[in-house]
């Protein structure tokens, strides 16, 4: 199974520019590293620079106010020809949505985030919202966050996983319309997940794959054990394909409420 698989085995053709964002949180599992796709551009928020080198990660750019980042990786950086943009310190955004910013200049179909978890609790709750920004409504954007595995879905979405294994579909930005899922044990059809609320937490996969759905808002899809669940080396890094856009819509969109839809008053472990 490959923990990023759009850019290995599956590869749309329209897809022909990934860019990877190495934020300042957690540094990443070197194997991690080594099941990410060919990227093209590749950025790091402020300390992130010093989690890329230590697992070997070549970075374009730097961007940050620059607190985080050690004085020595600042010091090789600025004698290289990686971009290094500086920010001031009182700023109305975080160094991870500068390094959104840079590598939307790109104009990258696809975004990968590693790197960030592990720190202050506001910082992660605002990087989560990030990832469903209407700004990267056009991009495909995926994150690895400790342990866990997040797919952002706008789209019709097929998700790798293993039987029996967890999968929560957060609603993000407000109410999500039209959720309809297929390979789940607790499947939607056309179902509202509103805004606040736990309804989509602790599904679980009953098949290799799972599709995700929506016709309104936007879905992150997690699965909070994906690298303890196979283990870091299963994820493999050339024939999987993990995550990736179905380019066609899956189930069907009916009416909510109905007997295959899951509630809270089910057993879903959460």
Same mark, same amino acid.
């Given at each position: 199974m490959a923990l990023f698989?759009?850019?290995? %085995?599956?590869?749309?053709?329209?897809m022909t520019c990934t860019a990877l964002i190495v934020a300042?949180?957690? @540094?990443?599992?070197? *194997?991690?590293?080594?099941?990410?796709?060919?990227?093209?551009?590749?950025?790091?928020a402020d300390g992130g620079a010093d989690n890329a080198r230590q697992v070997g990660i070549a970075i374009d750019a730097v961007v940050g106010d620059m607190d985080s980042i050690s004085h020595t990786e600042l %010091?090789? *950086?600025?004698?290289?020809? $990686?971009?290094?943009?500086r920010h001031p310190a009182v700023k109305d955004r975080t160094d991870l949505e500068l390094a959104f910013d840079r590598a939307l200049e790109v104009q990258p179909d696809r975004l990968l985030v590693i790197g960030f978890g592990g720190g202050r609790v506001d910082h992660e709750l605002a990087s989560m919202a990030l990832l469903a920004s209407p700004a990267f409504g056009d991009v495909l954007v995926d994150g690895l966050v400790g342990s866990a595995r997040l797919a952002v879905v706008r789209r019709p979405r097929t998700i790798e996983?293993?039987?029996?294994?967890?999968?929560?579909?957060?609603?993000?930005?407000?109410?999500?319309?039209?959720?309809?899922?297929?390979? *789940?044990?607790?499947?939607?059809?056309? =179902?509202?997940?509103? %805004?606040?609320?736990?309804?989509?937490?602790?599904? @679980?996969?009953?098949?290799?794959? %799972?599709?995700?759905?929506? =016709?309104?808002?936007? $879905? *992150?899809a997690v699965q909070p054990y994906a690298l303890k669940d196979r283990?870091?080396?299963?994820?493999?890094?050339?024939?999987?394909?993990?995550?990736?856009?179905?380019?066609?819509?899956?189930?069907?969109?009916?009416?909510?409420?109905? =007997?295959q839809d899951y509630e809270g008053g089910k057993d879903r472990g959460g």
């Open positions: 698989g759009s850019g290995l %085995a599956y590869h749309p053709t329209w300042g949180g957690s @540094r990443p599992d070197p *194997l991690v590293v080594a099941a990410l796709p060919t990227v093209d551009f590749c950025v790091a %010091a090789i *950086l600025e004698n290289s020809d $990686v971009e290094i943009a996983g293993v039987v029996g294994e967890t999968i929560s579909l957060i609603p993000m930005l407000g109410p999500v319309g039209g959720v309809t899922t297929e390979g *789940l044990e607790f499947p939607l059809e056309g =179902s509202q997940l509103d %805004a606040a609320t736990s309804r989509g937490v602790s599904n @679980r996969f009953v098949a290799p794959t %799972a599709t995700v759905s929506v =016709s309104t808002g936007v $879905v *992150l283990g870091i080396g299963s994820f493999g890094g050339q024939n999987g394909h993990g995550v990736h856009d179905s380019g066609i819509g899956h189930g069907r969109l009916g009416d909510d409420g109905g =007997s």
